[in-house]
């Protein structure tokens, strides 16, 4: 596969990164994931503004611009000769000499790209399993948005908690509210109103949790993002997750309780596709659509 790293493109066999990069030493980096809609990358834009603002808080420059990262993920598509693509951004703070605190360095930016594996279809019929984690979810939170980290030690020791038949753990904030999964955000239906939990609960806002909303919103759904009690997803009528790569993802059973894959859930995954790649045509066509 082909990789862009600092503004070259390299096989990923071959890349390197210094030892002395901030981003392997302290976790001083962040990231995005996107993935493409009919070999066209999606909502580029809205990446780009939160990696931009996630590195302005730990002070790392972005060193390109919108229309030269759209041009590159572009061109990595179509070098990788991917139809559909999972693309992920990472920037560091670049090398340094492992002191503490450095200012003034070069950042580095890489971007890798892999087949994105298509959606098990039984998912939306079957739905998924999921449990609560035992790790409380921390995000830091600057002028009232999360900054999207690449070491969120949190969700590195959650992850392992995963193992089948779960499909994701639930993680709770330091206040017992409900926060989000280790890799998605999650939704939940109660009497004709879709429910998930607010900025201000500590979660990272996905792009594909924002298009929801969006489109919900659209469908006529009443929708409410709010501080959600854990009791509350156990007497839920519907629930689902969201992520980039599986979009929305039906919740059959948490901790063991089965739910059902109701209709405003059945409803949001039948048109969001379209729903998306129609988004996507009015930016393509008529520039930044921010939804």
Partial sequence: MWVYLNQKWQDSEEARISLWDRGFLFGE??????????????????HYHRLCYSAGVLGIPVPVSLDSLRTVIEEGVYR????????????????????????????????VFKPLEPKDPLIETNGVQVALSRIRRYVPVEHGAAVKL??????IIARREIHPPFYDRLMLNHQGHV???????????????????SIHSGILSGITREIVIDFARELGVPVEERFIELIELFDADELFLTHTSAEIVPISAIQGIPK????????????????????????DNHGYNSG
């Fill in 29 to 46: 980096s962040v990231y995005e994931s996107l993935r493409t809609y009919d070999g066209k990358p999606f909502a580029v834009d809205r």
């Fill in 179 to 197: 926060a989000e999964g280790t890799f998605s955000n999650v939704f939940f239906v109660k009497n004709q109103v879709v429910l998930t939990p």
């Fill in 80 to 111: 990788n000769n991917l139809p559909e693509a999972n693309i992920r951004i990472q920037l560091s703070a670049g090398q340094g000499h492992y002191q503490m605190r450095e200012e003034g360095l070069t950042p580095m930016i890489v971007i």
């Fill in 260 to 283: 059902s894959i109701g209709p405003i859930t059945q409803e949001l995954m039948r048109g969001f596709r379209a729903y998306v790649i129609n988004q996507q045509e009015g930016v």
């Fill in 150 to 155: 690449s070491g969120a030690s949190d969700i």
